[in-house]
C-alpha cells in the first residue's frame, strides 16, 4: 500500500507498471537494495524511499566507460540518489568523479576476486625457451568477443612475431558479436595457422588452456577490471596487457607482467618476443602474480569487504574507501538483509 500511494503521487498510472517490475523486491523487503551495475540503476531510485531501504549501486566498467557519454547528467539520479556506490577500483572512482559524482560521495573500493582453490598452477615452471623451431610460445586470450576487447590489435601483433620469424602459437577463447571481424582480422594478417578461435568453453577447460599457456594477452580498448586477467596470474601465467582504463590495477608492470599502450600491436610483439625466449623471466612474473592474487584478490575478502559496505551504509555512516585485503573475518550475515539487483 506504501508502494501504490506514494508511487502514484510520484508516477501517477505508471505506478502500475512499475509495481509489476517491482513486486518481487516488495516481498523480500529488504534493508539493503544493490544495484549490480549503474545502468540498472537509472530510473529505480525511488525504491530507496517507497520500499523504505537503503540503496548501493555498482559500477564495473562498460557503464562508466561508455554506456551515456552522449549525455553529461547521465547518472545525475544516482548521484544524488545512493546511499553508497561500490567500485571496482580507483580509475573507474576518477571516472565516476569526471561523469559528475561529487568527490565526498560515499563509496567503496572492492576489487573483484577469484577462486584461488580451483585456478591453481600445480607444479608449472617455466623452464623452456620457446619461440623456436622446436616448440612455440603457446599465447592465450581468454575474453568475450567484442570491440572493446581489442583482438584485432593482438591479431596484428602475431602478424608481428611472425614477421620476426617467432615461432607461436595464439589461442583465444571466447565467443561473441565480433566473431567474424576476429576471423576477418586473422584472415587479413595471414595468420589462420596460428591463431585459434576455440569459442566459448567451460571453467575446467578454460583451467586446462591456461595450464597449457606460456603467456596470457589481454590488449583491451576498454575495461574496467578483468577476472581473467586475475585467473591467469593465480595460474602464475605472466600477462601481458594494455593500459586500458583499470587493467594497470590488475597487473603490476614489471613485476606480475608487461603493461604496454593500448593499439600499439608492436609494444605488444616486442612484450612477447622478450617472454619467449627468457623463462627465467616468466617464471619470476609466474610466482609475483600468484602471491598478489592470493593476497588481495580471494573470495573471501571481497565478501567480508561487501559485508562491511552493507553495515555501514545501515548505520548511515558508510567509509569513503574500503579494500577487501584488509582481510576481516566475515561477519553474522543473518540480520539486515541485502538483495543483490
Known amino acids: ?66 554506456a551515456g557519454l552522449e549525455n553529461p547528467t547521465h547518472y545525475q539520479e544516482v548521484w544524488d540518489g545512493a546511499d553508497a556506490l561500490h567500485l571496482l577500483g580507483d580509475d573507474l572512482w576518477r571516472r565516476a568523479q569526471r561523469r559528475g559524482c561529487p568527490a565526498d560521495k560515499a563509496h567503496a573500493l572492492i576489487p573483484p576476486a577469484i577462486d584461488v582453490q580451483f585456478f591453481v598452477p600445480g607444479d608449472r615452471k617455466h623452464t623452456e625457451a620457446t619461440g623456436g623451431s622446436a616448440r612455440p610460445l603457446r599465447i592465450l586470450s581468454v575474453g568475450r568477443l567484442e570491440w572493446k576487447k581489442g583482438y584485432e590489435y593482438a591479431i596484428s601483433a602475431m602478424r608481428i612475431l611472425r614477421q620476426q620469424g617467432l615461432n607461436f602459437e595464439y589461442r583465444i577463447v571466447g565467443d561473441g558479436g565480433f566473431l567474424e571481424a576476429v576471423a576477418f582480422a586473422r584472415h587479413q594478417m595471414e595468420v589462420e595457422k596460428t591463431v585459434h578461435l576455440l569459442g566459448a568453453l567451460s571453467r575446467p577447460e578454460v583451467r586446462a588452456e591456461m595450464l597449457r599457456a606460456d603467456v596470457f594477452l589481454h590488449p583491451a580498448v576498454s575495461e574496467g577490471f578483468c577476472n581473467a586477467v586475475l585467473e591467469a596470474q593465480s595460474m602464475e601465467l605472466p600477462v601481458v596487457c594494455s593500459d586500458a582504463d583499470g587493467l594497470a590495477e590488475n597487473v603490476v608492470n614489471g613485476e606480475t607482467g608487461f603493461v604496454v599502450r593500448r593499439r600499439d600491436p608492436q609494444a605488444i610483439a616486442e612484450k612477447l618476443i622478450l617472454l619467449a625466449s627468457n623463462p627465467a623471466i616468466r617464471q619470476r612474473m609466474g610466482l609475483a602474480g600468484r602471491k598478489r592474487v592470493t593476497t588481495c584478490f580471494q573470495l573471501i575478502d571481497q565478501i567480508s569487504a561487501f559485508d562491511r559496505l552493507y553495515r555501514q551504509v545501515l548505520r548511515n555512516d558508510p567509509g569513503k574507501k574500503d579494500t577487501p585485503s584488509q582481510n576481516h573475518p566475515v561477519r553474522d550475515l543473518a540480520g539486515p538483509s541485502a538483495v543483490s539487483l
Open 1 to 66: 500500500m506504501r508502494y501504490l500511494t506514494q508511487g502514484w503521487s510520484r508516477f501517477g498510472i505508471d505506478t502500475l507498471r512499475r509495481f509489476y517490475l517491482d513486486a518481487n523486491l516488495l516481498g523480500l523487503n529488504p534493508n539493503v537494495a544493490h544495484f549490480e551495475f549503474g545502468t540498472l540503476a537509472l530510473g529505480r531510485m525511488h525504491l530507496k524511499e517507497i520500499i523504505d531501504a537503503k540503496v548501493v549501486v555498482s559500477f564495473r566498467g562498460y557503464d562508466l566507460n561508455f
